[in-house]
């Protein structure tokens, strides 16, 4: 294993490796958590122009949801809007209890023009009242009924979790998905890296010693790839098992899921080090492969929706971006985190693996054939002499 130990002692060697290894992908998926985990607060005022059990059940309802005021008129109300001290106005109208009772009650609400991001507020508004005039009629105007149907509703909009396969609600999984995306960026590196320390034995000779070693070149490649997943295996340890513990992420509900994910990371990681290594090994000069390091990695991420999701993307890039490791790779995690059976989201484990034994094997062979052609020139050259 002297290959390992000696790319160990060389990362080791510069602390910048480190940095930008661990640290710096660490440090970026903090950041990018915490500001996409800022709670969202909507604040709602509600004018009620009748006073009765049921509106101050209802307005006790919106308090458990949202930031609740109220004001006396509706002309108050707007303007609390237009100061920006709120953002939707509720309107429950004299007479709305007898209207609710049977069925028809209407509700007026007012909010900014063209503000998009109030419309949760507006959706959930008019589906919870059009719930309620369900219950009106149901209740023949049995105001008692009513109440008793109304508690048994609202009990019953707090409980439910809006949840993929009773595991984790679609936010979870999202915000969870966008943060593995960062993680991505982190392992790409791995690319870079491989690339440099291969260049660095070419300079050496190193291609050429092995050749004449029982250690075979397969293993020589191997022991490069098992030294970066190591680094890997750190990260993704940290991301899923103790990121979690300092920021509101969620990367699974127990041990098993989390460990299906690290496995899926692993995957993507031995992908990324293997294309690393090839592009090293067909590379003629280290601006070469700093060339198609650059044309690999950055497609890559953008292609495979980690900046963004690919959803935003034309149907003709969507269709180029399934392609992508990073793609297999966000799609295998979405699959652990939602629950679904492993025939689900395998395949694309797989066909990471593949690509890395395939491009590991080109690699192989690659430089076999070049020491062959040198061992040639030689036998060459010593003849003619």
């Known amino acids: 294993m002297i290959v390992l130990k000696t790319n160990f002692?060389?990362?080791?060697?510069?602390?910048?490796?480190?940095?930008?290894?661990l640290i710096?992908?660490?440090?970026?998926?903090?950041?990018?958590?915490?500001?996409?985990?800022?709670?969202?607060?909507y604040h709602i005022v509600f004018v009620l122009e009748e006073n009765t059990d049921i509106t101050q059940k209802i307005t006790r309802r919106f308090e458990?949801?949202?930031?609740?005021?109220?004001?006396?008129?509706?002309?108050?109300?707007?303007?609390?809007v237009?100061?920006?001290?709120?953002?939707?106005?509720?309107?429950?109208?004299?007479?709305?209890?007898?209207?609710?009772?049977?069925?028809?009650?209407?509700?007026?609400?007012?909010?900014?023009?063209?503000?998009?991001?109030?419309?949760?507020?507006?959706?959930?508004?008019s589906s919870y009242f059009e719930s309620i005039n369900k219950l009106g009629r149901a209740s023949d105007q049995d105001k008692s009924k009513f109440l008793s149907l109304l508690d048994e509703f609202d009990s019953e909009i707090v409980s439910i979790a809006y949840r993929y396969h009773n595991t984790a609600s679609r936010a979870k999984?999202?915000?969870?998905?966008?943060?593995?995306?960062?993680?991505?960026?982190?392992?790409?590196?791995?690319?870079?890296?491989?690339?440099?320390?291969?260049?660095?034995?070419?300079?050496?000779?190193v291609y050429g010693r092995v050749s004449g070693t029982p250690m075979g070149r397969m293993s020589y490649f191997f022991q490069h790839l098992i030294s970066y997943l190591f680094f890997a295996t750190i990260q993704s340890v940290i991301m899923i098992g103790v990121m979690?513990?300092?920021?509101?992420?969620?990367?699974?509900?127990?041990?098993?899921?989390?460990?299906?994910?690290?496995?899926?990371?692993?995957?993507?990681?031995?992908?990324?080090?293997?294309?690393?290594?090839?592009?090293?090994?067909?590379?003629?000069?280290?601006?070469?492969?700093?060339?198609?390091?650059?044309?690999?990695?950055?497609p890559m991420l953008m292609l495979g929706g980690c900046f963004w999701p690919a959803s935003f993307m034309p149907d003709e890039?969507?269709?180029?971006?399934?392609?992508?490791?990073?793609?297999?790779?966000?799609?295998?995690?979405?699959?652990?985190?939602?629950?679904?059976e492993p025939r689900e989201y395998i395949i694309n484990i797989l066909i990471s693996l593949g690509l890395s034994m395939i491009l590991m094997t080109l690699a192989s062979f690659a430089t076999k054939n070049k020491i062959d052609k040198i061992a040639v020139l030689e036998g060459g050259r010593k003849k003619n002499e």
């Open 244 to 298: 979690p513990e300092i920021v509101d992420v969620w990367y699974g509900d127990g041990f098993e899921q989390k460990v299906k994910l690290f496995f899926v990371c692993m995957a993507f990681a031995s992908a990324c080090i293997s294309i690393g290594i090839a592009v090293s090994t067909f590379s003629k000069n280290i601006i070469m492969a700093n060339s198609m390091i650059s044309m690999i990695n950055v």
């Open 24 to 41: 710096i992908p660490i440090l970026l998926n903090l950041i990018v958590i915490t500001l996409a985990n800022k709670p969202e607060t």
């Open 64 to 80: 458990q949801v949202f930031t609740l005021q109220s004001e006396d008129s509706i002309e108050e109300a707007k303007q609390s």
């Open 317 to 340: 890039i969507q269709a180029i971006g399934k392609f992508m490791p990073t793609t297999w790779f966000l799609n295998s995690a979405r699959g652990v985190l939602r629950n679904e």
């Open 9 to 21: 002692k060389r990362i080791f060697r510069k602390p910048v490796n480190i940095i930008v290894m």
């Open 173 to 205: 999984i999202d915000n969870a998905v966008n943060s593995l995306g960062y993680v991505a960026v982190g392992m790409v590196y791995f690319i870079t890296f491989a690339t440099m320390l291969l260049f660095e034995d070419k300079k050496c000779g």
């Open 82 to 125: 237009n100061d920006g001290y709120a953002d939707y106005i509720v309107v429950l109208e004299k007479d709305f209890t007898d209207a609710l009772l049977t069925g028809n009650a209407h509700v007026k609400t007012y909010s900014r023009q063209n503000d998009e991001s109030i419309k949760p507020v507006s959706v959930f508004v």
